[in-house]
């Protein structure tokens, strides 16, 4: 029995959801009595790799076959069960990332193993019983599940974690091969347009989000400056993406992307629920609203009445000077 | 092209969602149930598919006898026909495994779905379904062409797209901007109600998974107002106090 963690990298490094699933994954092997080892797959550096022992990881398996540069999902997932066959791993714990879901969703059925997406919480362990927290309805609720097979399989929501940091241990890094046949390789991409530049959204500790307040495109720069100002990622309402003033990728809520950050900053968005739902299990909320009756101030932390146009800049002076 | 489109049954967005005192169920009384959002892309997708190069969809939902009013707003859309498999649907893998059963059975070409349900968000169901059928899984994709037996899909990765080029059978997850969905019109509603809805027994109940108890966040403790002239003000209590910078 052991616990597996799946770490992502890009460009390098380990993302940072990794890291949270990495802690996640050492406590839950704490609580099981074993300890916890990471695969990675992919392009990374060694020292990267080496300090997840400061999240607990006692070994890391690194299978870094120039094919698996790119996420093709049967390989991946090849890979896993292999790691998983070979650490004879009962648990396995993921990002609640895109590539997370393909890949936990195909180990299950490949596993027999249950699966629970999006969870915010570590484990209650009682006896056989092993039952997990995830956010449902679209972060309106959340319902405790008990994963009833031998083997489970977690994908850990981004910022529902602290990331554990025992200065200066470390992993062992071993390499790994799962022998991938050019057949494991169908469905790989055959082109990959990186988004430019900026922070990404769905990494983002901080997001500035704007709506129909801003009046129109050429308001923007308000949202970016301030953004960039932060260090922050920028998003948008759903009718903002379908008018065409920013691109459909910025768009979050209950139809767009899910976020998560420590700091969401909402200007001139209404808080209509289907955007709540995007954006409601952000840790502080901040409103900037003309209207005092906008429903967004119910389920903000902080409030400003005020015309974005007046307001926002006054936010970048202040966040400037800081 | 043989079209699957997986509908569930899902409460409106606007719902406010509300559970029995024992924190056990989802109360349904007075809530109107619709076609998940997502599903809505995989379904309009599909009939623009068959509209431009021929072909057949037909639309599945697991589900029990009350989601058939959506599975005919799903013909109205413009599906031909429609399959019911008849079982609670409880867990992921549960539908999962009756989804590719009527998709083995059918043989059919592609197997659209959206990417998550809005109740559960379990983000699982494709990937599973692919699996199951031992065929790719593109989830989620935000673009899909067929031409002849190749498609051309775009996938949102973190960061990005990726450009997949795979031959059919697959299975596929939408979402926004793939397509814009429709609503029916008066001559889909009609001749909806004339199409083919057939009832099948699940093949298997097996769950891997079983809710406990849902529950709600705990309120917030209200929102500190900020003076717009001091708008300033703002930035040093996010330092300061919810100490986010
Ligand atoms: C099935 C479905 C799914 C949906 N999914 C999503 C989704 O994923 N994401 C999403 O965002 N929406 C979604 N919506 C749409 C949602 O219901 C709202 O229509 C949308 O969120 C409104 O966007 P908004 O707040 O930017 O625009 P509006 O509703 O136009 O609100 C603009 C706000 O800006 C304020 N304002 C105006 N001028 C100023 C100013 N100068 N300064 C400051 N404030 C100002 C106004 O008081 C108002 O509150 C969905 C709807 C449906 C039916």
Known sequence: MSVLVVIECANGEVKKSSLEAASYGSKVATSLGTSATAVAIGDVQADALTSLGEQGITKVLLDNDSRLHNFVPAAYVKVIAKAAASENSSVIVLSNSNIGAAIGSRLAVQLSASLATNVVALPEISGSAFTVRRGVFSGKAFSDVELTADKKIIAVKKNAVEIETAAGATATVENFSADLADADFTGAPKETIKQSGDILLTEADLVVSGGRGLKGPENWHLIEELAKTLGAATACSKPVADIGWRPHHEHVGQTGITVSPNLYIAVGISGAIQHLAGVNSSKVIVVINKDPEAPFFKAADYGIVGDALEVVPKLIEAAKAL | ?245
């Open chain 2, 1 to 245: 092209m043989k079209i699957l489109v997986c509908i569930s049954n899902v409460p409106d967005t606007t719902t406010k969602i509300t559970f029995s005192p024992d924190g056990k169920a989802f109360n349904t009384g007075g809530v109107q149930f619709v076609i998940n959002p997502y599903d809505e892309y995989a379904l309009t997708r599909a009939i623009e598919l068959k509209e431009a190069q021929g072909g057949t969809v037909t639309v599945l939902n697991v589900g029990e006898a009350d989601t058939e009013p959506n599975i005919r707003k799903a013909l109205a859309i413009g599906a031909d026909d429609a399959i019911r498999v008849n079982v609670k649907p409880t867990d992921a893998f549960l539908v999962a495994q009756q989804i590719a059963h009527v998709a083995k059975e059918g043989a059919y070409d592609l197997i659209l779905m959206g990417r998550e349900s809005i109740d559960y968000n379990g983000f699982q169901v494709h990937g599973m379904v692919g699996e199951l059928l031992g065929i790719p899984t593109i989830a989620p994709a935000i673009k899909l062409d067929v031409n002849g037996s190749t498609a051309t899909l775009e996938r949102e990765i973190e960061g990005g797209k990726e450009i997949i080029e795979v031959s059919l059978p697959l299975v596929a997850s939408a979402q926004q901007p793939m397509t814009e969905p429709r609503i029916p019109n008066m001559r889909g509603i009609m001749t909806a109600r004339t199409k083919p809805l057939q009832v099948l027994e699940p093949v298997g109940q097996d769950a891997k998974t079983s809710v406990q108890k849902y529950e709600l966040p705990p309120a917030k403790s209200g929102v500190k107002m900020i003076d717009a002239e001091n708008a300033g003000e703002l930035i040093k209590l996010l330092r300061n106090e919810a100490k986010v910078l």
